[in-house]
């Protein structure tokens, strides 16, 4: 797997700003026609993708990504990881029976499409609400 590391100074990174730096670097990657992101590690919030419970949270992620199609793995200044494969090779998925929603107070709902009264507006019957960290998984 190739690596690539950023170190980058001027701004507080957080967890959204950093994966879109390593997006940013996927993107200009050559070997990889269509980037998508396979595992990542946030070790300022000690968080990773996938969870996978009773694992080691500084070793599982990376182990998981480079099992499934890892290509590229991005550090971006120490704090953060990510690890990328290439989706050209499979069949679009799509479309898909889910959105994600938010109601006026701004908590966030995924939604079955077809069980929404309104297309704009979550409901019990439609909707399961999100925590902040299965919100960042869909």
């Known amino acids: ?14 967890y959204r700003k950093a994966s879109v730096l390593a997006a940013s670097l996927a993107d200009s990657d050559e070997n990889l026609i269509e980037p998508v992101m396979v ?9 990773m993708s996938p969870v996978i419970e009773g694992c080691d949270i500084n070793t599982s992620w990376h182990d998981y990504g480079k099992s499934h199609g890892g290509k590229l793995e991005v550090d971006i200044n120490g ?19 889910y959105i994600n ?14 069980a929404l009264r309104d297309p704009h ?3 019990e019957e439609a ?7 299965s919100s960042k998984q869909t």
């Open 1 to 14: 797997m190739k690596e690539a590391h950023i170190n980058y100074a001027g701004i507080d990174l957080n």
């Open 39 to 47: 595992a990542w590690h946030d070790k300022k919030a000690a968080r």
């Open 79 to 97: 704090e953060y990881d990510f690890i990328f494969g290439d989706s050209s090779a499979f069949e679009p998925y799509g479309p898909s029976p």
């Open 101 to 114: 929603l938010r109601d006026k107070s701004g908590n966030e709902y995924l939604c079955q499409i077809n």
């Open 121 to 123: 507006s979550p409901s």
């Open 127 to 133: 909707c399961v609400p999100l925590d902040d960290m």
